[in-house]
Structures are given as C-alpha cells and as structure tokens.
C-alpha cells in the first residue's frame, strides 16, 4: 500500500540524529523555553525573513496568539476561508472575536479576494489568510486589500513551510505568520509544536508574555495569557529534521511535476499551476473529481491511500452553522469539499510509486 506519509522511510540518519538531540535536552537538565527553543526560534525566523519567532505549543495557540497580540478580541470581526481545518477557527473563537467564513476560489481552493470584500463591515480587523495545501498566491492583492481597508493580515502557514513568492517567504507578509509543527506537517515534530513569526517587536514581545500566562516577570502578570510554551525537546526535533526540509520540499515538486505530467483522466482535474515553483511546497496534492467516493475506492483496490481534505467545510460544521459568511454564499467551498482528494506526496516516495499511483488514476472509469 502506497501511504500519504510513511515516517518508517525516512533516512535512518534522521532518526540517529533526533535521538542526539533528545539526548543533548536530557543532558542540559532544561526542558522548557531553553536554549533550544532559543535557537529554533531565531533560525525559523531568520529562514523566514523576519526579526522575532515565538514557539508555542500548536498552530492554533499561535493563531489565537496572534489576534491577542494585536489585540484583536470581543466585538471585533476576522474574515477567513471555510475551507481549511477546524483550528483555524476555533482560534478566532478562543480570542473572543467573531469569525466570518468566506469562500474559496474554484481554481485554487484558496481564500477569494471578491468573497472577503463582500464580507468586510466596520467591525472587521483581520484577515487570516490560509495558505492551503502548501500554496501562497497573489499577495500584492491581499496586501493591497488588507492597507485599503486598514486591516490587520495574519497568514495561516500550518501546511506552507518554505513556500515563497517573489523572493519572500510564508509568513512575512502580514502583521504575523503562523505555523503549525504538527508531526504529518512539512517539517514535523515528534508531537505537537507552533511557533509566531513577525517583523514588528511589539507583537512579539507581548506574545512571549501571552504564551507564558501573560507572566512578564516572575509572578508578575500584566496578561491573562495561556499555558502555550514550545518544549525544549520538540525544538530540538525540529533543529534537526530542519536541516532535511529544503531536500524534501524540492522532491514534493519533483512529484508534483510527475503527477501533472502523467495524470490524463478526463474525470480528474488538477488545481491551477502556482506562480512560482517555490510557490507551492505541496504539503498535499490534491485533485477533484466528481465521482471522488467512486475514485477513492478504485485507488484503495489498487494499493494507493487517498484522504480527503477536508469533507465538511467550516460553515458546514453543527458548531459553525450560525456564523456569519458571504452573503452570496459558499458554492465554491460547498463543491470543493465534495470533489477534491489528496494523493499521496511525501519526499520518501520513489519515482515507481508515483507511477504507480499515476496508472491507477489513469485507469480509473466511474460506474
């Protein structure tokens, strides 16, 4: 069976070099906000252009983190896609603000520039822009948008590690940037992990106080913050995978490439080319395809793992039915969510298991 991850394959250096790094944090005797947080923190920040990074625990804290630190919070609106997993969300919710569920665009599955403006009202402060699947498209026009209506932009970067356009990275766009660590990510730990990057002092500044109970100085709190704090053994993880993530980034593309040549199925359709090749660093492939119950089960017969991401969109969710979106609606988002499929791309992959997986799609015939 062709797995959509497989960590057994990976290089047998990585996991000697993890058991040193866990080795090296037992031997320090440190296990919290250390100096390998330290140091992760800056090399991530620096890899992504920006002056300060905060590890936290997870993506979401990092969102939720995000919005406190620009004090974004109860009364105030944040625009973004229903078409992204539920943290996204639950994030906003957490910070107290009210979120807005906008549409995609059904070329890209990414957040629309039209749907956002239709849902911008005088309480709006932010727009989270997810950069699904791996993919950041377009951010003169987000930026634009954002300064037009003095609006604060926070990138959603869980699925986007290393994905630039025009020579700058995920996640030095906006006011801030958020990542995800979660182990099936990019660059994944060994449980959950997050981390806050940023140009601006102040965001970072109170976010280090945020994610530490809002404690400024010992058992002095000038917040009310959270218990989100990046271990010392999970930086130390990521240091090390850190140095695999340009090699494996480029072989998704590679894979990426072969599945864009090879697939010829008048009944699966591909998502629209990134802008740039560093544009999209393919956390996941993923197609549509109208039959896609009927194509997930040929795939499965013929050895390859296909999941969906994701069946039910934000607004569809029974806690979620109430919140506010396009008043025009989520077509696009409704339809995506019932076509599109992810196809395995993951770097241990080898050229005969893509192709592989290219000739069960392309021998697939609906009932």
């Not at 960590?7 to 005797?29: H, N, Q, T, W």
């Not at 923190?41 to 995000?66: L, P, R, S, T």
């Not at 940037?177 to 002092?201: C, E, H, R, W």
Request: charged share 20%; proline share 4%; aromatic share 6%.
């Amino acid at each position: 069976m062709i797995l959509m991850n497989d960590f057994k394959a990976e290089p047998s250096e990585i996991r000697d070099a993890m058991l040193d790094a866990a080795k090296r944090v037992l031997d320090s005797g440190w296990y919290v906000l250390g100096k390998e947080v330290e140091r992760f923190e800056q090399k991530w920040a620096g890899i992504c252009g920006v002056a300060h990074g905060v590890g936290v625990g997870n993506g979401m804290d990092a969102i939720e983190i995000a919005l406190r630190a620009l004090d974004i919070g109860p009364g105030d609106e944040v625009i973004t896609t229903s078409m992204t997993a539920f943290a996204t969300v639950l994030a906003i919710v957490r910070a107290g603000a009210i979120p807005v569920l906008a549409d995609i665009d059904e070329h890209t599955a990414l957040l629309s520039v039209e749907s956002v403006r239709r849902c911008i009202s005088r309480r709006t402060k932010a727009v989270i822009l997810v950069h699904l699947y791996g993919q950041i498209r377009d951010m003169d026009l987000w930026l634009s948008l954002c300064r037009g209506y003095d609006l604060a932009l926070i990138e959603d970067c869980a699925q986007a590690h290393l994905a630039g356009l025009n020579g700058q990275v995920a996640g030095s766009f906006g006011r801030a940037g958020t990542y995800s660590f979660y182990p099936t990510k990019n660059l994944g730990a060994i449980g959950d992990a997050g981390m806050l990057v940023t140009q601006d002092a102040t965001i970072a500044k109170k976010a280090e106080l945020l994610r530490n109970y809002g404690q400024s100085v010992r058992y002095e709190h000038p917040e009310l913050g959270l218990n989100s704090r990046l271990d010392e053994i999970q930086a130390a993880m990521l240091l090390e995978r850190l140095k695999w993530l340009t090699e494996f980034t480029e072989r998704r593309r590679e894979i990426a490439d072969m599945y864009r040549a090879g697939i010829q199925n008048s009944h699966v359709k591909m998502l629209s080319v990134p802008q740039e090749r560093s544009a999209h660093v393919y956390h996941l492939f993923v197609v549509t395809c109208e039959m896609r119950n009927q194509l997930q089960s040929h795939l499965q017969k013929n050895g390859v793992q296909a999941l969906i991401h994701y069946p039910i969109p934000i607004h569809q969710q029974i806690p979620c039915i109430n919140f506010m979106r396009d008043p025009v609606g989520m077509s696009n988002a409704d339809r995506h969510a019932n076509v599109c499929i992810s196809l395995p791309c993951y770097p241990q992959m080898l050229d005969e298991d893509v192709s592989l997986v290219i000739d069960a799609i392309n021998s697939f015939e609906p009932n």
